[in-house]
């Protein structure tokens, strides 16, 4: 079956500017994550949605990062005032149903940020 | 809070030796351990984990990974590697009854040479 998907694949934006990544889970799986990997690091914890709530945000970095999830399937990631720091993979994954924690998080292809 | 060392960025070995990667964690809670991998230009994929029960715990293609509760470790190993292993191996792990997030390590880059 489909996996899951991240688009865009690539953004590149300037100083400033306000961009949304976008995530698609995989069918069916109720838990969604966002992780960030800078270059030569692992990936990074962001925030995770059980359903359409936040049920951990405390990876977020700052107020300028946003993440919605309001029908309980797809996610996006919203970055306001972006900052040549916040270049980065953006990697989104998804879990199934199941005992917390147990369960394993499928990860996208993530949306690569360039910030000029 | 949860965090993950991988003491080695980088290892070569030559096709057919023996590897161990190592990953040792830190946690004040109880912890279940991930090893995922990322061939390279695709995406992170799981390739074993540790919930519970026997504290040896395999992959497919013939990775294990022992959890040693005592070491605060969770190395990998395979006896024989391929070519095909050259990819990036991140060590993970998330506190039993918190959080659901995962704690990567840095990674390892391992390098199979012919």
């Known amino acids: ?116 | 809070a949860q965090s993950v060392t991988q003491l080695d960025s980088q290892v070569p070995v030559f096709e057919e030796a023996p590897v161990e990667l190592r990953c040792n964690y830190s946690s004040s809670v109880s912890v279940y351990l991930f090893w995922y991998v990322q061939y390279p230009n695709q995406g992170l994929q799981l390739l074993l984990k540790y919930l519970s029960g026997s504290t040896l715990v395999e992959s497919i293609n013939g990775f294990e990974a022992e959890f040693n509760k005592s070491q605060t470790s969770f190395h990998l190993r395979k006896p024989s590697v391929h070519i095909s292993d050259t990819a990036e191996y991140f060590c993970a792990v998330s506190a039993q009854g918190g959080s659901e997030k995962l704690v990567f390590g840095k990674g390892t880059k391992l390098t199979v040479n012919p």
């Open chain 1, 1 to 116: 079956g489909a996996g899951v998907s991240q688009t865009p694949s690539n953004k590149v934006t300037e100083k400033g500017k306000y961009v949304e990544l976008r995530c698609d889970p995989i069918s069916g799986h109720t838990a969604l994550y966002w992780y960030r990997q800078s270059l030569g690091q692992g990936p990074e914890f962001l925030i995770y949605f059980q359903g359409t709530g936040a049920a951990d945000d405390s990876g977020l970095p700052n107020d300028r990062f946003f993440a919605v999830r309001p029908e309980g399937s797809v996610s996006t990631l919203k970055i306001q005032r972006t900052e040549r720091g916040d270049s980065a993979v953006y990697l989104c994954a998804s879990s199934p149903p199941g005992l917390a924690g147990e369960e394993t998080q499928y990860f996208g292809p993530g949306t690569r940020l360039l910030v000029l």
